[in-house]
């Protein structure tokens, strides 16, 4: 096991409804020194890729994808979660639905902060249905952008998402797999990666 998925062993709730828990230290309490860890991981898993921005979606992908940004030495963005329907023309928007609140927001993204001469890295710390990366995929691709990976902190491996974003043929690196858990046992089962 690697050290993210000693961590969920150790302290992630595994809850009814397909949700694991890991409030205690990555998305409402947060361990710095392990988000530290995942900043270098992901820096190690996309060496070389000529990285100028990394993209997340408010508000637990913008703790993992800080320290992503740190270690590139490039600026954050994230899309933010807007109910405004009088969204002008100076933002790129992207539908995405909720796994967790089971909504849909629009989310959405300055022109400013993202070009054509962007070459992205998008982040976030879960894939369930692929909802939010497609999302995200969606508003590079309408700045001309180029995505050159995706990192998650955590894939369920049960859900559809990991499988509909490699099946488009983008780099995805996916620190821990659940490929199965029980909400009765509390039993979690990781699928094996080599890296
Ligand atoms: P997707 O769009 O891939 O269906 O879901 C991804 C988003 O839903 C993530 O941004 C994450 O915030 C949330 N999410 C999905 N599954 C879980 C889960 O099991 N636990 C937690 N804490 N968040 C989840």
């Given at each position: 096991m690697n050290f993210l998925e000693e961590?969920?062993?150790?302290?992630?709730?595994?809850?009814?409804?397909?949700?694991?828990?890991?409030?205690?230290?990555?998305?409402?309490?947060m361990d710095i020194a392990l988000l530290d860890e995942i900043g270098r991981e992901f820096k190690r898993r996309f060496q070389g890729k000529p990285v100028?921005?990394?993209?997340?979606?408010?508000s637990s992908g913008i703790a993992i994808a800080y320290p992503v940004a740190r270690e590139f030495g490039?600026?954050?963005v994230f899309a933010k979660k807007s109910k405004s329907i009088?969204?002008?023309?100076?933002?790129?928007?992207?539908?995405?639905?909720?796994f967790t609140h089971r909504n849909k927001n629009q989310v959405i993204v300055s022109k400013k902060f993202l070009t054509k001469e962007d070459h992205v890295l998008i982040i976030d710390d879960?894939?369930?249905n692929g909802c939010a990366l497609q999302g995200l995929?969606?508003?590079?691709?309408?700045?001309?952008?180029?995505?050159?990976g995706l990192g998650i902190a955590i894939e369920k491996g049960f859900q559809i998402g990991g499988k509909v974003i490699?099946?488009?043929?983008?780099?995805?690196?996916?620190?821990?797999i659940v490929d199965a858990m029980d909400?009765?046992?509390?039993?979690?089962?990781?699928?094996?990666?080599?890296?």
């Open positions: 961590r969920i062993v150790r302290d992630g709730i595994v809850k009814p409804g397909n949700v694991l828990k890991v409030d205690s230290f990555l998305n409402h309490q100028t921005k990394v993209l997340t979606i408010e490039v600026p954050l009088n969204i002008d023309g100076d933002m790129y928007v992207a539908e995405v639905e909720s879960f894939l369930a995929i969606s508003i590079a691709d309408d700045a001309g952008a180029t995505v050159e490699r099946n488009l043929g983008y780099q995805l690196e996916s620190l821990a909400a009765e046992t509390g039993a979690i089962t990781f699928r094996s990666q080599e890296n």
